[in-house]
Structure formats: structure tokens, C-alpha cells
């Protein structure tokens, strides 16, 4: 045996896995409350005296342990970019692709009041981008001006036109920020390159945020770096897309992740033309693509999936998937969704346990699925020329995508996880969005992907074979 | 209007719902072999994308390319556009089978004449070769 504990500090549980990385199997998980605010070990100690009861295991067995954090408002980015397009757009990939959230993002000279804004989002780390390499100086010259004379004290990391980056690294220094640099993640019109900038944010990390966050306790224990939980999950949709050298990945996937506050979709796939004479419009797209719905997640922002589709299609599909909703003679006679909206969004940790409230859950997670798929998927439009018709493609075609996989807790916990997937699919009313028409479908029951990515790190192939092994087919059509 | 410093940089493409691509790849080899930066768009560019991309390369000119006959519909409005996002000293050439065969062989002055009206530095018609546009961006750049 040799066991390893997996833990990811979540904004509101500290999740643990045991796994025996020479056996390939998943010994137990256990979960309890995130006590970052006072001492971030106490829930992980609570978490880990469960897993000890629940699966007897013996602690001094363990050989290592790897973690994941999305605590105290997990990594928070601002992006700074020319045009928004453009840099701006290649600078906000950056930052998702390496687990962080984008709170703000500006395009052009940024000015006072926007320097206010970013020195009230409190982020953790700015990335100033702007101009191809030897194309506009101007802008990132301007705004590096404006944030050398801000408040700001977090680091920041340039990665825009080469030709002004040491002119631009000196400015901010001369003036006492922390700065970093590295390539342009926009080098020329056609190559994205996020992956130099995404490395060095993985290190900014690691070397300031953990204790930023109040994590030191938790780096302690676990003897090693904490990564951002979504580059978690993202390196574990890789993994299992890609493979390894001996162990075949499953193909091209689209990972949909339902949480409280935000859903996260993970595509590791190639952009793909519709047909081969499709034009291509827009940046270049990479074959990992993760983004981010901030306004999308089925407790803190239950409102606004609720706005979104409306209190009468809200009933529909409530009625659709619970008929008992109008049995004159049953209790949910009182009902009221505006009500019911409002509490999920003031008591975030609620886990409903009436059919009910299991129910309207599916609702709501069913919609931001829907909606967080149709962001990330690419678009298809026709033109009509005097050759005949054209098609123009935007972003990724997911049609052929092999492998739709859902995580989170509601996939966990929730009733008919089925219904959710299936809202991500391709939907013929809709047939511009370029969402997968027939993959294969595949819950993540154990809750296990972020643990799986930290694991793909040292043990990519056994990695692997536990999440083939655990990842759950359902058919949609039951 | 105050000369620009020059960039040796262009952006290259072919306008509206035009799927053509052959001219644009062949102006795009020319450049580069003349020492351009080029970002070369492909086909079926709206106006804002290469406006996008002549701010981001801080490109000296944009190569318009229309093979379809509809071109001066397409670029109208490009050079008023440019002006709007800072692009002032910017230099427009348009190029193609930019109007109606017919009209291209028997108006060719008249064609040319409405291309400058909407703001158009200069416009080639489809006998045009690489080499000659190269040397008319640099003459009129003053660069060799």
C-alpha cells in the first residue's frame, strides 16, 4: 500500500480523499466545514478525524499529501489588455487557465477611477498585457504609469509587448512593486502563448498567496505547495483526455462543474472547423480551455440563474420534474420559489433533503449548466456571398466532443445529476451553439477530480486508472 | 497630418461576408519576404477586426483585400472608423476584383475615384501584382 491524502481547501468544505496510489483505489473521502477565517487546520483536522472513523485508516501510513485551495475567495485576477479582443481577451485566458478568478478586466489606457476599482478588488495578482511583440507600446507604457502610482501592492506580472517589457518592469519597480515578467501571451495575431505567464502565476502562488490567504498551516502540513483547485481540475481534465505514455487518455471532454457561487466548464478539444471549408474568426483557440461563470452557481447566485429564466419557466420545469408540486393534497401547496430563491442565497450551505428542495436544486443547476456551456462552446453563423453560403465559426466546436462529464457537489449529492448533463448538450432550437452533440456521459460521483489533477502531477498513469475506474457512465436518456 | 514613425507592420485580409483567400496569402508572403511584420486575418473580416488588430500590431497600413465585386460596400465606413479608435495616420489600400468585372475593365477611373472618397489611400485593380503593392507601401512610407 502506499496511501496519499488529497485535500482541497474549498471556499466552504475542506474536502479529503485517501488513495493507494499502488493498488489503484480510492480508500475513503471526508469532508468538513473550511475554518479559514480563524485556524484553517481545525476543519482540516475535523475532516481528517472522519476519514479515520469512516475507513479506519491509519494516518502514520500515509506516504504524502497534495493540496488544493480555493479558500478566502480562492485566486483573484485582474487582467489588463489593449484591445479587449485581443490582448485583453489572451490575457483573461491566462489567468482561467491557471485557476484564477478574473474580478476585473480592462482594455485601453486605464484611468484614475479604474485604478480605484482595482485597488478596492483587493487581487491577488495584476497581469498587464497589451500590444503584440513590436506592435503598440503606447498603452502598456501608459498603464504601467498609472498602477506604479497606485496603491496597488500585490504583484503584478507583465506579459506584453517584449519590446517595452523591461521599460515597463522598471517603472513599476522604480516606484516599489513587486514584478514579475515574462513572454507576451500575445506574441503575434495568431499564437496565443499563456502557458509562460499561466507557470509564472502558479509560482506567485505559491511563493505569496499561500500565506496571504492564511494557508501557511496548511502548506505545513501538507509539506509541500498549495495549487489553485480549478488548475486542479483543469490538469485532470487534461490527463484523462490526453493520456499518458502507457496508459491511453478517453479523448477529446468537456468537464461541467456546478458550485455554489460560480460553474466552471473545463474543454480539453481540439477548435475544430464545423466543416472543412468553415471560416475561422477570433484568437486562436487552445486545445485546454476552462471558463468561468462568475454569476452562475446554485447558492450565492441562485438569484440570478433565477432572473435569468424567469419565476414562470422556473415552476415549468419544477412542475415537469416534480408533478407533486400541485397535489392539492400534499405540503408544497405553500410553495413560493421567490422565497425559496432568497434562502438558498443567505444560507449557502443548506443541502436540501426534501424531494422538493432536491428538485429545485436540479432546476437551478440544470440552467447554469445550460447557460456556462452555451459561453464556453463556440458559435457557427451563416453568410451568403455571391459564391453561395459561407459558414464563420467563433471559438471552440464542442459537436463532436467524445466525453461530457459533470463535478460537484450536486452531481454528488443531488437527484437525477443525468438532467444536468443533458442541459449541456446541443440543443437543435439552438443550432449557432456548437455544444456536444453525442458524448459519452460520465459522473464524477466521488467528488474525486481535483484530486485526480493534484495526483497527475507525480503519479500521472495510476492517476488515470483510478479516474477511468471511478467516473460513473449514465445514460441520459433514463 | 503628422507623419507616422514607421513599424514596417500591416494587417491583411479580405473584407465582408468575401470567403476568398488566395490574394490575401500571396500579399502576405510578399511582405513578410519585404521584412513586415503582417498579420494576415484570412477571410471574411468584419472592419472591426482589422481595425482590432492594426491597434494591438501598431500596424502603418491596412491591406484590404475583395475579390466578390461588393467591395465598396464593405469598406465604406472603414476610414471613419479607424479615425474613431485612434488610427489617424493609418494607411488604406484596397485591392481585388474590388467592384464588377465590367466595371473594373470600362470605369476603372470612376471606381478609384469613389474608393479615395470613402478614404482610401490607394486602390489596385485585379492585374495588380505583390511586388507593386510592397513598393507602393514603401514609397508611400518613404522607406527604400
Known amino acids: ?478 | 497630418m503628422k507623419r507616422r514613425h514607421v513599424n514596417r507592420s500591416v494587417v491583411i485580409g479580405t473584407i465582408g461576408a468575401d470567403a476568398h483567400m488566395i490574394g490575401g496569402w500571396v500579399l502576405e508572403k510578399a511582405f513578410k519576404e519585404a521584412r513586415f511584420t503582417v498579420a494576415f486575418l484570412g477571410a471574411v473580416v468584419p472592419q472591426q477586426e482589422f481595425i482590432n488588430a492594426a491597434i494591438e500590431i501598431d500596424a502603418d497600413a491596412i491591406l484590404v483585400s475583395s475579390m466578390y465585386g461588393m467591395g465598396l460596400l464593405d469598406c465604406e465606413g472603414l476610414r471613419d472608423k479607424c479615425t474613431e479608435a485612434g488610427l489617424d495616420d493609418i494607411i488604406l489600400y484596397v485591392g481585388g476584383t474590388v467592384a464588377a468585372p465590367l466595371e473594373l475593365e470600362k470605369n476603372w477611373p470612376e471606381v478609384e475615384r469613389r474608393f479615395k472618397e470613402i478614404g482610401f489611400d490607394r486602390v489596385f485593380p485585379n492585374t495588380c501584382t505583390a511586388a507593386e503593392a510592397v513598393q507602393a507601401l514603401k514609397t508611400d512610407l518613404g522607406i527604400d
Not at chain 1, 516599489?176 to 506574441?187: A, C, D, F, I, M
Not at chain 1, 397535489?327 to 421567490?338: A, E, I, K, L
Not at chain 1, 443541502?351 to 458559435?379: C, F, K, M, Q, Y
Not at chain 1, 459564391?387 to 437527484?415: A, S
Request: hydrophobic residues 40%.
Open chain 1, 1 to 478: 500500500m502506499s496511501i496519499y491524502l488529497l485535500v482541497d481547501f474549498g471556499s466552504t468544505y475542506t474536502k479529503i480523499l485517501a488513495v493507494d496510489v499502488s493498488n489503484e483505489v480510492i480508500l475513503g473521502r471526508a469532508q468538513a466545514p473550511t475554518t479559514i477565517d480563524t485556524d484553517v487546520t481545525i476543519g482540516l483536522n475535523r475532516a481528517l478525524s472522519e476519514l479515520v472513523d469512516t475507513c479506519g485508516l491509519d494516518l502514520r501510513q500515509v506516504e504524502g499529501k497534495y493540496a488544493s485551495s480555493s479558500a478566502a475567495g480562492g485566486l483573484k485576477m485582474a487582467a489588463i489588455g489593449l484591445v479587449p479582443e485581443l490582448t485583453l481577451e489572451a490575457a483573461r485566458r491566462a489567468c482561467l487557465g491557471a485557476g484564477a478568478k478574473v474580478v476585473c478586466s480592462y482594455g485601453f489606457e486605464i484611468d484614475s477611477d479604474i485604478v480605484r476599482e482595482i485597488e478596492a478588488a483587493r487581487c491577488d495578482i495584476i497581469l498587464l498585457c497589451g500590444g503584440t511583440d513590436g506592435g503598440d507600446k503606447r498603452v502598456i507604457t501608459h498603464n504601467a504609469r498609472m498602477l506604479a502610482h497606485s496603491e496597488i501592492a500585490c504583484p503584478i506580472l507583465v506579459a506584453g509587448n517584449r519590446v517595452v517589457s523591461d521599460a515597463v518592469r522598471d517603472t513599476l519597480e522604480r516606484h516599489g512593486k513587486k514584478v514579475y515578467r515574462t513572454s507576451n501571451v500575445l506574441p503575434s495575431l495568431d499564437m496565443v502563448e499563456v502557458e509562460p505567464a499561466q507557470a509564472l502565476i502558479r509560482e506567485i502562488f505559491i511563493a505569496h498567496i499561500t500565506h496571504a490567504k492564511g494557508l501557511d498551516k496548511a502548506a505545513d502540513f501538507i509539506g509541500g505547495p498549495i495549487i489553485p483547485t480549478p488548475k486542479a481540475t483543469l490538469q485532470a481534465a487534461t490527463l484523462l483526455a490526453q493520456g499518458t505514455v502507457e496508459e491511453p487518455g478517453i479523448g477529446s471532454l468537456l468537464v461541467v462543474e456546478v458550485g455554489g457561487a460560480t460553474t466552471n466548464i473545463h474543454s480539453v478539444a481540439d477548435q475544430s472547423p464545423v466543416t472543412p471549408q468553415t471560416v475561422i474568426r477570433g484568437l486562436p483557440e487552445s486545445p485546454v480551455k476552462r471558463t468561468v461563470e462568475g454569476d452562475l452557481g446554485i447558492r450565492y447566485n441562485a438569484p440570478t440563474i433565477y432572473d435569468f429564466i424567469g419565476r414562470d419557466a422556473f415552476l415549468a420545469r419544477l412542475r415537469d420534474l416534480y408533478p407533486a408540486l400541485d397535489d392539492p393534497s400534499g405540503d408544497d401547496q405553500r410553495f413560493d420559489p421567490d422565497e425559496h430563491i432568497e434562502y438558498l442565497s443567505k444560507n449557502v450551505g443548506h443541502v436540501p433533503t426534501t424531494e422538493l428542495g432536491l428538485n429545485a436544486d436540479i432546476v437551478l443547476a440544470e440552467s447554469a449548466a445550460s447557460i456556462a456551456v452555451e459561453r464556453h462552446a463556440g458559435t457557427v453563423r451563416q453568410e451568403f456571398s455571391v459564391v453561395g453560403e459561407i459558414l464563420v465559426q467563433h471559438g471552440k466546436n464542442l459537436l463532436e466532443v467524445e466525453n461530457l462529464i459533470g463535478t460537484g457537489g450536486i452531481f454528488r449529492y443531488g437527484l437525477r445529476p443525468e438532467r444536468i448533463l443533458s442541459s449541456a448538450l446541443f440543443n437543435p432550437e439552438k443550432p449557432w451553439s456548437l455544444k456536444p452533440r453525442n458524448p459519452k456521459t460520465l459522473i464524477d460521483r466521488m467528488y474525486m477530480l481535483y484530486g485526480i489533477g493534484l495526483l497527475a502531477e507525480h503519479f500521472p498513469a495510476p492517476a488515470l486508472r483510478i479516474a477511468k475506474k471511478y467516473l460513473t457512465e449514465t445514460d441520459l436518456g433514463s
